[in-house]
């Protein structure tokens, strides 16, 4: 059956273009160069579900059409990656049900005090609010017939974890937010189909990995194919593209990678 990941969000805190910003990355006609916050939707027969939800959710959920989230992953507590998560209770309501969020112990402890109103039975006063079962990962979970493990990552001094997705014999590394990653988690990334990393921008940056940075990660690595994720307005797609080793690619808002066995090909659209 194979695995389609959809990437609804590609680019770093702020957002590109950025606020206020007139470089020719933020002004480019390029679409591929306009990036919102972010969010990875990931599909798999008829279920599917997101790792998490950026200020950007309701347009990307609008603008793909997307009716059906089983459960939310959240890799950390960054307000790009998380201040969405209200627009969830649309789906309450589609699919008349709770739905659970998963991720790291501390880190949905926190998410769980900044939406402290947000629980599993409807306010008392008949207000709507999210129907959300919190469920602490202490070991990997299905959801969807799609098996996720936490990859503990460093990001600064930010807790902070990727994802590892199987399916129908298929692996798939996700790793948004990251300046290294521990060699524990290495040991977890061995035969990819595919591997997403975060590459800030060409600069050193304390909490993210820049691009020669995350270009060295994948090749150590090796997935069959890489992307990178999570980029500043330094990128600009097409020339970043023409720069990178055979078999990595940068990723962009709206990018649909299938990866399945049988073809042993991970097929792009658009
Ligand atoms: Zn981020
Ligand atoms: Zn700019
Ligand atoms: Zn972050």
Known sequence: MGLELRFLGTGTSVGVPMIGCDCPVCTSPDPRNRRRRSCLFVKHGDGSFVVDTPPDFREQMLEERIRRVDAVFFTHVHADHIFGFDDIRRFNTIQNSVIPAYGAPEILRRVHEIFDYIGEIPGDNGLFRPLIRFCPMTEPVEVDGVLMTLLPVEHGGAPCYGYLMEADGVRVGYISDCSRIPESTLALLGDLDVMVLDALRY????????VAESVACLEKIGAKRSYLIHLCHDLDH????????????VTYDGLRVT?????ESAGEEQ
């Open 203 to 210: 600069r050193p940056h304390p909490s993210h990995m820049c």
């Open 238 to 249: 097409g020339k970043l593209s023409g720069e990178l080793p055979e078999n990595m690619f």
């Open 259 to 263: 990866v399945d066995r049988e073809g």
